[in-house]
């Protein structure tokens, strides 16, 4: 068997459980590495099962791990490596199967087939969705581009693109609707931190979370419910769990320590934490370090200013709370407490680990467990500072000062976090048309935008000038808007019968020529009688409120407006 010095292709700087096996890039070299589990690989490696490795691919792997690890020791996220590891796993898979030789001059060609692959399957089997072969394809080009240093991604090289959120829906009751959401996931976060007493937890089990809205849930830390123990008649395929004996039973309920009682701690900070992103605007990754302190408010606007007590000088700005979260976090700082009296100064959410490393983010499994059987929706830590930072855009009407509260740059903000909003943008555009294009009560039908008269390019000589004054003068002008509405349609109709009697009452002189020389009544009535056409034939509702104008003349309803002028030309005729 040929033997070969491999480089070192672990992570030291990443800081795993107990239970966790270490990273290791070695399961790239080898053809069906990739494909194996995690926790085998390095036995099978040991073994000879996986045969001698591709030395093709030492040069390009060793790129590939020397890219994460300077990205980790430069401070960056250890779940975005891990995800960077997983996808090119997935890559490499792919190639151990298709046959395509990886190495540094023929990464670029294997990627492209790739990525076809992935739209095969994405298109035609059906099973991966676009956003996930989108995230994929994006991963691996990340490592890749900066293996071969390149200036442009080499995604835009394939047919993969960035997919469009078609998906969202943004109305007023789509709106509502997420606002009435992240409601019943704020309350159920309180109701779990109400009910998760130091009593409660190192009382009798089950736990009972009692919530607003009237259900129970029950919480028996890992201690397995007694019906379950039970065989079920008529249902041998049903898994259950081992039968455990009274003794152990009666032993586990009688232990109130962490050992057994960690579910319920690890709930509780869940909940906490949720709750204090939701309040604080802080990331998932700013929360988790943060650290206990004696802390001291200082009030600022609506909320109080959170500082690390410093003697003799004031300390810095921690983060904000609103004054109402005041109580309930000081009561998570007593409880914090008494649940760990020996860690007084270490972190603000101290969640209690047994197989995963101090610094794995949580999952927010137990809570999430909560959410689904209460049948409400799950938000996630980037959902909550969303629905915060919209809430202070709508509140504020300033980016500049919403951006400074979410500890964001202004463009970030706009950027990522801000969602329309319809109510928000139904009140702006009111506001532009109230300063652009502002409402004037004219003296002729509709509305005015400006009190400076303006003929239409092109009108008759004989028109109506416009002047402010006269009603007719208003159809010729430019400033003169229509009203989509049943009643502009009645005082259109209305105004028009008024200069049919203006026509009807004119008597030319012998010699005029009439046929030459049109009256300005009848220029007016024929631009009432487009505005009534257009109106008829615009849609079916607006046809409806013609007809129905029409028939209110020929009844002799006519619009207030120009109701008593209709009167007194008729005496006159």
């Keep these: 068997m040929l033997e070969v010095d491999l ?4 992570f030291p700087m990443v800081r795993l459980g107990a239970k966790e096996t270490r990273w290791d890039l070695r399961c790239l070299l080898y053809r069906g590495g990739a494909a194996a589990k995690v926790n085998k690989v390095a036995g099978l490696i040991a073994g000879g099962d996986l045969g001698t490795p591709v030395l093709k691919r030492i040069q390009l792997v060793q790129r590939m791990h020397a890219e994460i690890a300077s990205g980790l020791v430069g401070g960056g996220g250890k779940e975005t490596a891990r995800t960077k590891i997983y996808c090119l796993r997935r890559f490499f898979a792919w190639a151990d199967d298709a046959g395509p030789v990886l190495s540094l001059d023929t990464v670029v060609y294997a990627f492209i087939h790739w990525t076809d692959y992935l739209l095969q399957r994405q298109r035609i089997n059906g099973d991966l969705r676009e956003r996930g072969v989108y995230q994929l394809a994006k991963s691996v080009a990340a490592v890749l581009d900066m293996v071969l240093e390149r200036r442009i991604s080499i995604l835009v090289d394939t047919r993969i693109r960035k997919p469009r959120d078609d998906w969202v829906v943004h109305n007023t009751k789509a709106s509502k609707h997420n606002l009435e959401k992240s409601f019943a996931f704020g309350h159920a976060l309180a109701d779990i ?53 009274d003794q152990a039973r009666g032993a586990w309920m009688a232990d109130t320590s962490l050992r057994t009682r960690y579910p319920l701690v690890n709930l509780r900070i869940e909940a906490e934490l949720l709750l204090f992103i939701a309040q604080t605007g802080l990331n998932r990754a700013q929360a988790l370090t943060a650290r206990v302190a004696h802390f001291h408010y200082t009030s600022h606007l609506d909320g109080y200013q959170v500082r690390r007590y410093k003697h003799r000088r004031q300390g810095e700005v921690e983060f904000e709370i609103y004054r109402e979260y005041r109580a309930l976090f000081e009561r998570y700082l007593i409880w914090r407490s008494t649940m760990f009296p020996d860690d007084p100064c270490g972190l ?32 996630p830590p980037r959902a909550l500072r969303k629905v915060r930072v919209n809430w202070l855009l709508r509140e504020l009407q300033d980016p500049a000062v919403a951006a400074e509260m979410a500890q964001h740059a202004r463009e970030t903000l706009l950027r990522d976090y801000v969602e329309p909003n319809p109510q928000v943008a139904m009140l702006e555009i009111s506001r532009f048309h109230s300063r ?62 008024l200069k049919s009697l203006e026509l009807a009452r004119d008597r030319p002189s012998s010699g005029a020529k009439t046929s030459a020389v049109p009256h300005p009544a009848a220029l007016a009535i024929d631009r009432l009688t487009a505005k009534l056409k257009f109106y008829e034939g615009s849609s079916k509702v607006r046809g409806l409120w013609v007809r129905e104008a029409l028939l209110r003349i020929e009844e002799g309803d006519y ?15």
């Excluded at 009972?208 to 041998?236: C, N, Y």
């Excluded at 959410?349 to 409400?376: N, Q, Y």
């Excluded at 619009?559 to 209709?566: A, E, K, L, M």
């Design 7 to 10: 480089p070192d292709l672990t």
């Design 193 to 245: 931190c109400d009910a998760l007493t130091v009593e409660a937890i190192r009382g009798p089990l089950p736990v009972r979370i009692p919530l607003r809205t009237g259900k129970v849930i029950e919480e028996w830390s890992f201690l397995p419910r007694p019906e379950v123990d039970k065989p079920i008649e008529g249902d041998a395929s049903r898994r259950r769990r081992a039968p455990i004996s």
């Design 348 to 379: 603000l959410f101290p969640f209690v680990r047994r197989s995963r490393a101090e610094d794995t983010p949580p999952s927010f499994t137990r809570v999430r467990t909560v959410c689904s059987k209460l049948g409400i929706a799950f938000v």
């Design 436 to 497: 652009a294009d502002p409402n004037i009560a004219p003296p002729g039908p509709g509305r005015c935008v400006s009190p400076t008269p303006a003929a239409l390019p092109g009108i008759p000589p004989q028109a109506t000038r416009p002047d402010c004054v006269s009603p007719a003068g208003c159809l010729f002008c430019v400033h003169h808007r229509d009203v989509d509405s049943e009643n502009h349609v009645w005082s259109l109709a209305s105004f028009r019968y």
């Design 559 to 573: 619009h207030p407006t120009w109701q008593g002028f209709i009167q007194l030309a008729e005496v006159r005729s």
